[in-house]
């Protein structure tokens, strides 16, 4: 009898949105989820995830130095660092997507809020103020340092338990990312006349 069976669902048509609704959470924090069709062990999936969260943790605090000090440099080179600090912001968006979206696929849960990264990162926290340009670069460079860092070990370990995909994707998309922005970043460090090329008599006398 359809009528029957149909009685339970139905709800009376009402045009109010249900709004501030509360639930239980459908899948912890370090999880992963069962059963998915890609062939990697739920054991596999634990752990890839768990270090992707981590490079996540670290390329999102990444990204939000990369923003600060897009605002807050100052000085000769003011336009250009500027303009390259938004640059490297903006691919370290993409970088944060596919990490988090690769943590998914592998039915894992990524880290998403301010206050779960800064638990979790290795970066270290910079002050509130304004910081001179070398400074802010340095700052920079250590957080790329410790990111390509995690990257080869994640990507050995990645490789060694079969997880092709994580493996190419922290080589191919974040590695890469990673060592082509530090060497932008580095040559801002080289000491170099900006108007008058240095003498080399002088340069002997000193
Ligand atoms: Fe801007």
Known sequence: ????????????????????????????YGTVSHALPLDLDEAVRLEMTEQLNQLLADSMTLRDLYKKAHWQVAGPTFYQLHLLFDKHFGEQVEIVDTIAERIQLLGGISIAMAPDVAETTKIERPPRGREEVPVQISRLL??????VGECRTLAARAS??????????????????????SWFLTEHLVEMPLVHAQDPVMRKAG
């Open 1 to 28: 009898m359809p009528k029957k069976e149909n009685a339970g669902r139905q709800t009376p048509i009402n045009a109010q949105p249900r709004i501030h609704q509360h639930a239980a959470e459908i899948q912890a």
């Open 142 to 147: 250590d957080a790329h340092l410790i990111i």
């Open 160 to 181: 060694e338990l079969g997880d092709d995909g994580t493996n190419d994707t922290v080589v191919s998309d974040v590695l890469r990312t990673n060592e082509l922005q």
